[in-house]
């Protein structure tokens, strides 16, 4: 009986010595790896709008449930991240506007769909189809790859409409 209360009382102190351990080093990492996920995350709004210093994240809302984020280039425009789903998987991307309307960036964060059609979304054809292109004008889906380039225009649509509210256009 010693031995069982012995036995107990070593694992309930070796469980609790672990636990704090454990916490302790969350304490620790988990500043540098939010840290690490912001400069992720501004690295990638550079691409959009490489001249802005100062990157800030925005309230806002979307009625969609498209749009994920919003950050504000102080003093050049928006990037707003969007979700949809694509033909066989979810389509993350990053589409930035200056404050004219015009779309400046267009970025696939992750994307997972058919090599060759769906991945389209993803390369440089596409996303020239979006740079270039003003608030209220519409941009064309990509011959084959229908089904995942309309959901990504209808991602851009709910970013428009996030946009217009934003910069009150």
């Not at 950050?71 to 200056?98: M, N, P, R």
């Amino acid at each position: 009986m010693k031995k069982i209360i012995s036995l107990t009382l070593f694992l309930a102190l070796a469980s609790a010595l672990a636990g704090a351990v454990l916490a302790g080093v969350n304490s620790i990492t988990a500043p540098i790896i939010e840290e690490q996920k912001i400069a992720a995350v501004k690295a990638t709004l550079k691409e959009i709008f490489p001249s802005a210093t100062e990157f800030a994240e925005v309230k806002f809302e979307d009625a969609s449930g498209k749009v994920n984020n919003v950050y504000e280039a102080k003093g050049q425009g928006f990037v707003v991240k969007v979700t949809v789903q694509g033909y066989k998987d979810i389509i993350t991307f990053l589409i930035g506007y200056d404050l004219n309307g015009e779309a400046v960036g267009f970025k696939v964060v992750s994307i997972n769909d058919t090599p060759g059609i769906g991945m389209r979304i993803g390369d440089q054809e596409f996303a020239d189809l979006v740079i270039g292109s003003s608030v209220p004008t519409p941009v064309d889906t990509l011959a084959g790859a229908t089904v995942s380039s309309a959901a990504v225009v209808k991602g851009i649509e709910a970013a428009i409409v996030v946009f217009k509210t934003l910069a009150e256009y």
